[in-house]
């Protein structure tokens, strides 16, 4: 059964810096758009970045841009999700989700368009 599992979550002051990744069972994620997605508390699960399978193309939400980089290991198996400069508003919950067919540009996709999706890892930025 095709799985995903993030990790690198924790604790961290604002203006440091987390590096979380994504990574499968089951299938390889070379051949799935692989995004991220966090849900802080009592908020709607939320669009945070993006990367295609074909060209390597990445898509962010503005709210990260230029603080986060999302990018695939060469090997193929992970996917990650380097956050610099984080604020309090960057706590949550955060899920990486894969699709085989979903091409990610200019925010077009959301949470349903992704077929696999990883248990979460919690981002907590705080003084």
């Known amino acids: 059964q095709a799985q995903l599992v993030e990790s690198g979550g924790g604790l961290v002051q604002p203006g440091g810096s987390l590096t979380l990744s994504c990574a499968s069972s089951?299938?390889?994620?070379?051949?799935?758009?692989i995004a991220w997605f966090r849900q802080a508390p009592g908020k709607e699960r939320e669009r945070v970045s993006c990367?295609?399978?074909?060209?390597?193309?990445?898509d962010y939400v503005n709210s990260v841009k230029g603080r986060f980089t999302i990018s695939r290991d060469n090997a193929g198996n992970t996917v990650s999700l380097q956050m610099n400069m984080l604020e309090p508003d960057d706590t949550g919950i955060y899920y990486c989700?894969?699709?085989?067919?979903?091409?990610?540009?200019?925010?077009?996709?959301?949470?349903?368009?992704?077929?696999?999706w990883g248990p979460g890892t919690q981002v907590t930025v705080s003084s």
């Open positions: 089951g299938f390889s994620l070379d051949y799935h758009a």
């Open positions: 989700a894969a699709d085989a067919e979903l091409y990610c540009s200019e925010l077009q996709w959301r949470a349903g368009d992704f077929r696999s």
């Open positions: 990367i295609n399978r074909s060209d390597g193309t990445t």
